[in-house]
């Protein structure tokens, strides 16, 4: 069964052709990527997906239900969550405050529970923070939940995004370039995570510019070139395409 399906998806910028009548479907529980030159269309799709950006015309579907167009808020609330290429955390807040954010969209206390601190309002927030503290627990970085999240390195900061975005509950979690300032080590150890992320019965959509990360932990793969996708398969089917291989792998001379 398609836990997202993509259909025929435009979106233009003045003169420019973005994303050219785009569709695919991402299986459920499955982790697929979606790859292909720099200004290929790619983030613009994820951007379609989540609220964003609103297509000129097509449709995007989650679980047999359209959510063309709906306000970002709305598409968390249904159980989709993104991190994003340029990361956009709360620099001056602490690890566990930028998680913390994460969970507001589970979080029922009105304001007037939250002004007069009603019981039910102390106990979400414990359940909030035991919550953020278990998605911190999850990417490595619980120990650090005091810490400035300006202070952590660029690749314990891409964590925190993920355990962020884990934080709102998703049963769909789409990864802007993920590895993007990670070392060799950081990078094997992403491929755990996200594997184990589906193991939370979590679907996975990545756009990765690192082809050993997409080879090895998608198990289907979506290419992109100039708004358009020009292939989708296997890693084994991707990796011999000439299409591709022309686009965006490269061939010898």
Do not use: W
Request: charged share 20%; with cysteine.
């Amino acid at each position: 069964m398609s836990a997202l399906s993509l259909r025929n998806l435009l979106k233009t910028f003045g003169g420019l052709v973005a994303v050219a009548n785009v569709s695919f479907e991402v299986e459920d529980l499955s982790i697929v990527g979606l790859i292909g030159p720099n200004g290929a269309g790619k983030t613009t799709v994820f951007n379609m997906i989540t609220g964003n950006y609103r297509p000129d015309s097509g449709d995007v579907i989650f679980n047999r239900r359209a959510i063309t167009g709906m306000p970002t808020h709305e598409i968390v609330s249904l159980g989709i969550a993104r991190t994003f290429q340029n990361i956009r955390l709360f620099q001056n807040m602490t690890v566990l405050e930028n998680v913390l954010a994460g969970c507001h969209c589970r979080m029922k206390a009105g304001l007037f529970s939250s002004m007069f601190r009603f019981p039910r309002q102390r106990r979400e927030e414990r359940h909030a923070v035991e919550q953020a503290m278990r998605e911190l627990a999850f990417v490595g970085l619980d120990r650090q939940y005091n810490n400035l999240a300006g202070n952590l390195s660029y690749g314990n900061q891409r964590l925190l995004e993920i355990a962020r975005a884990l934080a709102s509950q998703p049963r769909f979690l789409i990864l802007d370039e993920p590895a993007g300032g990670m070392n060799d080590q950081e990078t094997e150890d992403l491929m755990g995570l996200i594997r184990n992320i589906r193991g939370r019965d979590i679907t996975v959509l990545l756009i990765e510019h690192d082809m050993n990360l997409v080879m090895r932990v998608c198990e289907k793969i979506v290419v992109l070139e100039y708004g358009a996708v020009i292939a989708e398969g296997t890693p084994a089917q991707i990796k011999t395409n000439p299409l591709v291989i022309e686009a965006y792998l490269g061939v010898e001379d």
